[in-house]
């Protein structure tokens, strides 16, 4: 496999998970110079300049956004909210921005113009992301952290602000309709859930500033667990990287068995080699990302999903002590169900159907295709990854007596 060369967005990624702001800004000014209508850089700029309490900063992209897509929910409620503080009425103000626009669009919007998002606490509060890529096992162990004492865990929040839209699937909210329907149930109480409201899922996609401390205080704790696991995620979510991360991880043979069972079955040969070939890449880059590029206020430990399933007490203490976290080994038997979101459906499922009594047993050796395993062991950077993160491991180990 050749290294394909590194591109402009995922540079900007990473600048954003060191929190270095001066080559966020000259890799953004960069991009916007050639594309100024690109959404994901001025989306990022906004919701930065916006935790960093520069908000005439923010105001241009929020503006240029809306002034692309009328029914961007979270662009309009910005422009609006602007000449709100600077005093005019609501309805002067969403005329300013709702002009086009459907009926329960403006009305959604008319909603958080009333009742504007207030400052969440932020003293004494703590966020631990869950880092990773899919079926790390990050749904078990999202679920054992929000069970430890103190602890409330919200699964994977971006769900919180998508849903299930007619003829598109799952995206960002449409509040240009009826949009509770579309909601992603919490994984407990499912639609009728009275914490992860309509209200306040609304109120959450119109201004993400401080994500998970807003989060925290509807969970009604000072120490929440989150599992985005995604680099791009975590830094949409919260800019600044005000939280604790746990990167979590399996061996890529048994990261890729996890993935191929979610592949299209009945494909030829070369379908599913070429799916390979882009996992090893994917996982290599994510986990690459994770390694060198990730520098979050907070502290960073790193764990094998492979080695918390052989030895579990020892491992998850191994875990909480590295993060500050109160261990409680009960949790390894009954995992206290709380008001998560998302997450692996099947594991969610095997949780419930065993009452949250944790199935936690030794993974089997993954029966992989003899051409897939060669694949992974021809990537050299694979390989260089694979070390980093067991050497990663051990350090986590050997903070336990």
Known sequence: MTQQPESQTTRFIKARMRRDWSAVDEIANDILRRRPEHELVRRA?????????????????????????????????????????????????????????????????????????????????????????????????????????????????????????????????????????????????????????????????????????????????????????NPAKIVDNDPLLRLDALVLFKSLPQAWWSELQKRKPGQDEAYYLAECERYVTTWSQSYAMFLESFSPQGKVAFLSFEEFVRAPAQVLSAACEALSLPFDEEVLKFARPG????????????????????????????????????IIAQSVETERVSGLLQAAHARTMRRTP
């Not at 109480?189 to 994500?211: H, I, P, Q, S, Y």
């Open 339 to 374: 008001h998560a979101i998302g997450g692996n459906d099947k594991a969610v499922r095997r949780l419930k159907t065993a009452h949250y009594a944790p199935d936690i047993t030794p993974l089997e050796l993954p029966p992989l295709p003899e051409s897939h395993a060669r």
């Open 45 to 229: 700029l906004a919701r930065m300049r916006d935790e960093m309490n520069r908000r005439d900063e923010a105001l241009p992209h929020w503006r240029a956004l809306q002034a692309v897509n009328p029914k961007d929910f979270e662009a309009a409620y910005h422009v609006a909210h602007a000449m709100r503080s600077d005093g005019a009425s609501v309805d002067a103000a969403l005329a300013s921005v709702a002009g086009d626009v459907p009926p329960a669009f403006a009305g959604n919007l008319r909603a958080v113009l009333a009742d504007p998002p207030k400052a969440p606490r932020q003293d004494g509060v703590r966020s631990v992301m869950i880092c990773g890529v899919s079926y790390c096992g990050s749904t078990l162990f999202d679920r054992l952290l929000g069970s430890l004492p103190g602890v409330a865990s919200i699964g994977e929040s971006h769900w919180l602000v998508k849903g299930k839209v007619p003829g598109v699937g799952y995206d960002l909210l449409d509040f240009a309709r009826d949009f509770a329907d579309d909601m992603v149930k919490c994984s407990v109480c499912g639609k009728k859930c009275e914490v992860l409201t309509a209200e306040f899922r609304r109120a959450l996609a119109a201004d993400r500033t401080n994500w998970y401390f807003r989060i925290a205080e509807r969970l009604g704790t000072q120490l929440l667990g989150a599992c985005d696991k």
